[in-house]
């Protein structure tokens, strides 16, 4: 929605972070989670971190399955994108990477905090890895290398990694006020002084190309107030932003518009708002949503609690030696077999082990 929010994250940072499931962030990723170039290891060893090692079986379920989820939701076209020179399989494949030190870094936490799995949850981890084994065909048994003990591992680690983060938020539970929380509901128009994409060109830097763009939002909110025409009738014939009605919280979209937005009374229609991407009229359609402040304070909650987590992580993962076998993640490629779909590791591990 233009620069009413924050700037996004390139498409393709947008997309390497969709296979990420319900297992819980922990903190910056430059954290000592990153691995460090090495020679010596296994050869079926893709890395080292501490005393646990991710073998190249286990990182091709991973691979294969987010790669299978891309191509279910982007099309198998998808791995012809790139960027700056960086291709979407390479951009995947570093994502995974890091996905994988994590849960393995969060398992060797869950050792060191004593947090291990009930027999209950042992053995739903042994029906699981069973299901999704089963579901294999032997064209992606053999690609992958996996045996049914890969799969247990794999269940075991994540359900680990997912126990020991409960674990050590188990009592953060701040109080939130509805003032902190409250999230509005506005309808806006934004006129562009950029390109169609929104970067901004020389030409667009220009004073003549703002000052237009600034005299027709200007127009346009003389409609709206002295001339009492209907706002979203306005927002539909003259805005260059397909959002146009939109709820947020505090903290989520740009400083001017935000504090415009949160000043606004019901009813009231805002002043033109400069931002980077141009000029914003807005008018506020409610000052407070219960249903989506309720909803926004879990989200804080939930962000407090990953910050006290991240905060254990990071001072746990920056004592531990990690190692990466350069050679064999670079010769590591996802699996371009039309025979090769496997999709269902990680809902086979939701089904098992759900919320």
């Known amino acids: 929605m233009g620069y009413g ?25 430059d954290s000592g989670t990153q691995v460090i170039f090495t020679t010596g290891m296994g050869k ?71 947090v291990a799995l009930d027999d209950s949850e042992n053995k739903k981890v042994g029906q699981a890895a069973e299901e999704y084994f089963d579901s294999l065909t032997d064209q992606e048994k053999e690609l992958m290398g996996v045996k049914v003990s890969t799969v247990e591992q794999l269940y075991r680690e994540y359900a680990l990694a997912d126990k020991v983060y409960r674990y ?29 994409d929104g970067s901004e060109n020389q030409a667009a830097d220009s004073g003549t190309v703002r000052q237009e763009a600034y005299e027709k939002a200007l127009d346009i909110r003389r409609m709206a107030v002295e001339e009492g025409e209907d706002f979203l009738d306005l927002a539909s014939r003259y805005s260059e932003d397909s959002v146009i009605t939109n709820s947020f919280g505090k903290g989520e979209m740009d400083s001017a518009f935000e504090e415009a937005a949160f000043s606004l ?13 141009g000029y914003y009229i807005i008018k506020c359609i409610s000052t407070f949503d219960r249903e989506q402040t309720d909803l926004n304070k879990q989200t804080i909650v939930e962000e407090r609690r990953r910050e006290v987590f991240g905060q254990e992580y990071n001072a746990f993962v920056e004592a531990l030696p990690r190692q990466l076998n350069q050679e064999l993640w670079e010769n590591m490629k996802l699996l371009h077999d039309e025979g090769v779909t496997t999709a269902g590791f990680f809902d086979t591990y939701a089904k098992y082990f759900p919320g």
């Open 44 to 114: 079926d060893e893709v890395f080292r971190i501490g005393s646990s090692v991710c073998t190249a079986p286990e990182m091709m379920v991973y691979l294969t399955n987010t790669q299978n989820q891309y191509e279910s939701v982007y099309g198998p076209d998808v791995w012809n994108v790139s960027r700056d020179g960086i291709t979407l399989e390479e951009n995947v494949k570093e994502t995974v990477l890091a996905k994988m030190a994590q849960i393995k870094t969060m398992y060797l936490l869950a050792q060191d905090r004593g």
């Open 265 to 277: 009374e019901t009813g009231e229609v805002s002043q033109v708002i400069e931002t980077e991407a």
């Open 168 to 196: 050590i938020i188990q009592d953060v539970n701040p109080e939130i006020s509805d003032d902190e929380a409250r999230t509005i509901t506005i309808q806006q128009i934004l006129i562009k002084t950029g390109t169609a």
């Open 5 to 29: 929010i924050k700037r996004r994250l390139p498409v393709l940072l947008l997309l390497a972070f969709l296979f990420l499931l319900p297992l819980t962030a922990c903190g910056d990723e």
